[in-house]
């Protein structure tokens, strides 16, 4: 049984046991858990990347007038790759990342669907990476990430041309993705498992990859239009020849709204799991949380133009208004079940955990500054200024980031039989929560008393609030450090686990850490309810896999250590 | 909490009142930092703004106290005692909490969607006698117009003057790029969108003056292009500002140097240049930076360029600027044309010809280091 086969990419050790090699993530692969691991590595370069940009626009706030920035452009140039990086190279293929690892085991399957569609998914990005950031050495985009006409087509140097190529192929592979994705869930569900018997992470995967195949489209066909504009001397968007800047404003905001419910959907997946397995509890509101994923993805359709109230004619304004209010609801039934999810539970304070929980705590606060936001009248007046910065940050990162970072500290150990350290893991939730909370809620009150936002030069007045809000910041990206040395030690280091450390019913925990290349023996057959905790059935399951799927013994860890490399 | 009883009944819902009345009160004790987070009320649409702020600030203080209390109980009371492993109860949802828990945000978005259609009918309603101003955004300089009654020309002015009572409509454009016209302490906020013509309007109550900011990203001197509006006491005083920026434009000084002047600070035909965005000049209290100083260009600008005359440069620089950039500054200036008085950045010959004579004087004496007589040759020659 236990051939030592030289499978891609992993080092097996005995009975399918395998380690991770990073340099393995480098090679060209079909299976989805190194196809899963390459975007979290990526993404995680890009995290570090874009956050020492937001290190950089910090300190340049400092002062109210230009420092390290030689003028206007240099930072803009800064803030617009910052939040290209952050979306496009971090959350979005991150969430794709967990997507791919996690899917096909939580439906017991071998892989996905389409694995060579997979792999050339994966593929695109680093080049449009290196696109991007090329395109900033050419005379960079600097109309931001959202790169309105004429700034965009005008007035900017062919860096903005790269910026939208480097984009076209990010779009490209979220579609293929996401096509994957919808196949896998809906023809590779293990016998018995019904739609309303999957994890509930699978639904958030399901609702992301209809907004992704639906929306990205039209980004393409923006960006289409924005590079013939460049290149080709066409008037899309040029007034002075027949075109419409606001043609632009409505097609990038149809597919970037429903974007950030792209980004949001697969976190919301992992912090049902992460808060029913950790307060030993089932997810209150099953059904609830199923059905409002599939209804803000369908809602997030119709409320795109909440992102330009001020140049929408004002006929269409309260439409909009309706629409955006509306979308509060079903994301408010979730955060209260989330809340039904762990109260009278037994709760553990692991570091994914307390992001979990962090998450609920700041995600609302943020959910509240979309609410004032979607209203007209006290949009007009907040509308591109510092209190859209701090909403969507408080979105987000307390949203989105914190929900990644609940993910790896869950995931981790079966990604790599090995724990994450929990005493740097306290550490990083608690700099990162009040580095967090310093750095983007006074970013409201800036924004409310007049600073818009995009300006490297401000009214001296902000001073000394933007001088609390860079300290902060600065907080914050240290703590981020943390979790990279973190992970990067506990590769080597971690404490080993077996097959399921917190004995969680979800079928991902069925196999060993890390799963095998072929992921089970034969067709798992999944536990009638992913969230039955607190039933004997439950119970006698879980032991079942702890006796199939044990730690390894002290002595067995000794025994590999003498043998294995890294 | 053991519902299997009725005095455990009864205490459930005394905790629910207790942490309902609890919650009104926290909201509303947020609510009041409303005048602590906003600039003051300059105008009659602000005061409703606030208001609505205020509401929502209320309610949704009073949402964030329910989740960070039901987290922080959670957290003490339900904590996993040490070594204790078991699960916790097997509870999988509560049809009647759920439909409440849906059914109250649905109503508190449909009460704050109803409020704020009323405000917002309120303050975008057009007002009997407005004051009729044209705004134009230009990288980066705002410029407001006003009409001379009589008159072919306009008054403008880098300052929105009006006064106090007076509601006031904008006709907002832009020569360039998307601008925004956002004025904190009126609450109003409208884009400049390239090729139309939009429009803002608002009702000043308090005199003074108030800033008036750039909130839409439009390039290198996005966060440089501010204004203000000057809200005077009373329609005398406004009055008496406008009478004498009118009799200057109509009655234009005959030294061409001086006449540049007036161009410069008031704007020409096609309204006011829109050199302040990014020059600073210290006679005329300019200071922005996106473009090189003219403090004193007359002294350099016949070195500046070999073979070249201080006035031919001057005069060039007006209609080719990218011609002569200056190292570590980007080519920002809009190239100013003379040919089609409908295009962007017309400046026609005869005002370029003027703007060169005050830019001559522009020496540490003050006296010109021009010949003006050679300009009417170099114009022909462009």
């Known amino acids: 049984m236990a051939t030592i086969t030289a499978t891609p990419g992993l080092a097996t050790r005995r009975d399918g046991e395998a380690a991770i090699r990073l340099a393995s993530l480098l090679r060209w692969t079909l299976d989805h858990k190194l196809i899963g691991l390459q975007y979290m590595a990526s993404s995680l370069f890009f995290f570090v990347v874009g956050g020492a940009m937001a290190m950089l626009i910090r300190w340049e706030l400092l002062t109210p007038t230009l420092d390290l920035m030689a003028d206007g452009t240099q930072y803009n140039a800064l803030m617009t790759m910052h939040g290209s990086i952050m979306i496009f190279l971090w959350i979005l293929p991150m969430m794709a990342g967990f997507g791919n690892y996690l899917v096909p085991l939580m439906l017991g399957a071998k892989d996905m669907a389409f694995p060579w569609l997979n792999a050339f998914a994966f593929w695109l990005i680093p080049p449009a990476g290196v696109l991007l950031v090329a395109g900033w050495l050419l005379g960079p985009a600097e109309a931001g990430w959202t790169a309105y006409p004429p700034l965009s087509t005008l007035f900017s140097l062919d860096g903005q041309t790269m910026w939208a190529m480097a984009l076209h192929l990010l779009g490209l592979s979220s579609i293929l993705g996401a096509i ?143 629409t955006s209010m509306i979308i509060a609801v079903p994301t408010g039934i979730k955060i209260f079940s989330w809340l039904g999810t762990i109260w009278g539970g037994k709760l553990r304070f692991n570091s994914a955990m307390l992001f979990a929980l962090g998450f609920i705590s700041l995600f609302v606060f943020g959910g509240i500054g979309g609410v004032m936001l979607a209203s007209v009248p006290v949009d007009i007046h907040l509308h591109d200024t510092y209190f859209v910065v701090g909403h969507f940050h408080f979105t987000l990162f307390g949203g989105s980031v914190f929900l990644i970072f609940a993910g790896i500290y869950h995931w981790f150990p079966k990604m790599t039989g090995r724990r994450l350290d929990e005493r740097l893991g306290k550490l990083h939730f608690w700099m990162t929560y009040i580095g967090f909370f310093f750095t983007f809620m006074p970013q409201h009150i800036a924004g409310a008393l007049g600073m818009p936002r995009r300006i490297a030069i401000y009214d001296p007045a902000f001073t000394n609030i933007n001088q609390v809000i860079s300290l902060a910041a600065f907080l914050l990206g240290i703590a981020s450090l943390v979790l990279i040395y973190n992970l990067l030690r506990s590769l080597q280091t971690g404490e080993r686990v077996g097959g399921n450390p917190w004995r969680a019913l979800t079928l991902e925990w069925a196999t060993t850490s890390p799963p095998p290349p072929w992921n089970f023996r034969g067709d798992p057959v999944p536990f009638d309810d992913p969230y039955g905790y607190g039933s004997d059935e439950g119970r006698a399951y879980l032991d079942a896999v702890d006796r199939r799927f044990p730690a390894p013994t002290p002595e067995a860890v000794e025994a590999e250590s003498g043998s294995a490399r890294s | 909490m053991n519902l299997s009883n009725s005095s455990g009944n009864l205490m459930t819902v005394l905790w629910i009142l207790v942490a309902f009345v609890l919650l009104v009160v926290g909201g509303l004790i947020i609510a009041e930092a409303t005048p602590l987070v906003l600039p003051p009320q300059a105008s009659a649409e602000a005061a409703q703004v606030d208001e609505l702020f205020k509401i929502m600030l209320a309610l949704g203080g009073a949402i964030w106290l329910l989740v960070q209390g039901a987290i922080l109980y959670s957290v ?258 809009p190239q100013h044309q003379y040919q089609d008085p409908d295009e962007a950045n017309y400046m026609p010959l005869n005002e370029g010809l003027a703007i060169v004579a005050y830019l001559c004087t522009l020496t540490t004496d003050g006296e010109s280091a021009c010949d003006l007589d050679l300009l009417p040759a170099m114009m022909e020659d462009m």
């Open chain 1, 180 to 322: 994957n994705f919808i196949v896998t869930i809906r023809n590779m569900r293990p016998a018995g498992m019904t739609y309303w018997k999957m994890p509930l992470f699978v639904w958030a995967v399901l609702a992301t990859a209809i907004i992704q195949v639906l929306a990205t489209p039209f980004l393409t066909g923006g960006l289409t239009l924005l590079i013939l504009d460049r290149v080709a001397g066409t008037s899309f968007f040029d007034p002075g020849s027949g075109g419409d800047v606001l043609l632009w404003q409505n097609v990038f905001w149809f597919y970037s709204h429903p974007a950030v419910y792209i980004m949001i959907l697969p976190g919301f997946g992992m912090v049902s799991e992460v808060l029913s397995v950790h307060a030993r509890k089932p997810v209150f509101g099953y059904r609830a949380i199923a059905l409002s994923s599939l209804s803000i993805a369908l809602v997030g359709f119709t409320v795109w133009a909440h992102h330009l109230f001020t140049s929408l004619q004002p006929a269409l304004r309260i439409p909009f208004m309706i």
């Open chain 2, 76 to 333: 003490i009371r339900f904590r996993a005692r040490p070594g204790d492993r078991s699960d916790g109860p097997p509870m999988h949802g509560n049809p009647t909490l759920e439909f409440v828990w849906t059914l109250i945000p649905a109503l508190v978005v449909v009460v704050l969607s109803i409020i704020s259609f009323q405000v917002w009918v309120n303050i975008t309603s057009a007002r009997e006698y407005e004051q009729q101003v044209e705004a134009r955004g230009a990288r980066f300089l705002w410029s407001f117009s006003y009409e001379i009654p009589g008159a072919t020309q306009r008054v403008n002015s880098p300052v929105l003057h009006t006064w106090v009572g007076q509601p006031v409509a904008l006709g907002l454009q832009t020569t360039d790029v998307n601008h925004a016209f956002w004025v904190p302490s009126m609450r109003i906020k409208q884009d400049l969108l390239a090729g139309r013509r939009t429009e803002a309007r608002f009702t000043p109550v308090l005199a003074g003056e108030f800033p008036v900011v750039c909130a839409e990203l439009c390039g290198s001197g996005h966060g440089d292009m501010r204004a203000s509006i000057v809200v005077h006491e009373d329609e005398e005083r406004f009055l008496a500002w406008f009478d004498e920026e009118a009799f200057r434009i109509l009655n234009p000084p005959d030294d061409p140097a001086e006449g540049g002047e007036l161009l410069m600070t008031s704007g020409g035909v096609a309204g006011l240049y829109a050199c302040a965005g990014c020059h600073t000049l210290e006679t005329l209290g300019w200071d922005s930076i996106t473009g090189p100083s003219l403090t004193g260009v007359a002294e350099r600008a016949g070195a500046r360029i070999p073979g070249m005359e201080a006035e031919r440069y001057l005069l060039r620089s007006l209609y080719f600027p990218s011609e002569f950039l200056v190292p570590g500054y980007a080519a920002l200036m």
